[in-house]
């Protein structure tokens, strides 16, 4: 904390990592969830939608806190499943290890 008793920039991005890292697990557990329908008969296009808007948080956020890494994953997992218009194994595939990269990523950043 400085003198005049205000955070710096490093402590008050600290304190929003702290808020927003609950919301960028469940956003992580989306594409996760996204990653099985993708496999699924019963197929649901609103799943996947749900899984690019998470995608497309996750891109935004993570960047907002340097982990350039994690935006590009984000951005590919958001097409994945926003261009998903049938079950697809490799997307599935790839949506899983894109999720397990940024649940990593989250756990690393702490």
């Known amino acids: ?53 998470a995608a497309h948080k996750l891109a935004g956020v993570l960047g907002s806190f340097g982990l350039h890494e994690g935006t590009h994953l984000a951005r590919e997992a958001e097409a994945l499943c926003l261009d998903a218009s049938r079950p697809d194994a490799i997307a599935s595939a790839r949506v899983a290890e894109i999720a397990s990269q940024l649940r990593a990523m989250l756990a690393q950043r702490g």
């Open 1 to 53: 904390m400085q003198q005049n008793g205000a955070l710096s920039v490093d402590e008050a991005m600290a304190l929003l990592w702290v808020r927003f890292l609950p919301h960028l697990h469940e956003r992580v557990r989306v594409l996760e969830q996204a990653s099985s329908a993708l496999l699924k008969e019963s197929f649901e296009p609103a799943e996947c939608a749900e899984a690019g808007a």
